[in-house]
Nanobody, 123 residues
Framework: QVQLVEPGGGLVQAGGSLRLSCAASGRTFSIYAMGWFRQAPGKEREFVAAITLSGGASTYYTDSVKGRFTISRDNARNTVYLQMNNLKPEDTAVYYC???????????????WGQGTQVTVSS
């Protein structure tokens, strides 16, 4: 099993920044990709960003966050970060960290999931 803990989140004004972190523990040798998803009230959970954990860090973003969000990793700490800049009210959601053995598996119900953290952007 892999456990994911996501401190961070909070309330910020539009145009501001927040950094989320996600620390993995347990059988971390079994995961090779981590990422972030978000779910706004009344909407489906959606992909935000992902990063591979082995070799060069390949990164992936949904179009709406490109140029504003940056995903990064610290393999020594088994931690992935999501730096969110120029936040908009439509970024308001619960953000979930996910991990899996392949990046194309991220988001499946059997991926590992964090508990979620609330991000609220006020206008």
């Amino acid at each position: 099993q892999v456990q994911l803990v996501e401190p961070g989140g909070g309330l910020v004004q539009a145009g501001g920044s927040l950094r989320l972190s996600c620390a993995a523990s347990g059988r971390t040798f079994s995961i090779y990709a981590m990422g972030w998803f978000r779910q706004a009230p009344g909407k489906e959970r959606e992909f935000v960003a992902a990063i591979t954990l082995s070799g060069g860090a390949s990164t992936y973003y949904t179009d709406s966050v490109k140029g504003r969000f940056t995903i990064s990793r610290d393999n020594a700490r088994n931690t992935v970060y999501l730096q969110m800049n120029n936040l908009k009210p439509e970024d308001t959601a619960v953000y979930y960290c996910a991990a899996d053995r392949r990046v194309d598996r991220l988001g499946r119900t059997d991926s590992y999931w964090g508990q979620g953290t609330q991000v609220t952007v006020s206008s």
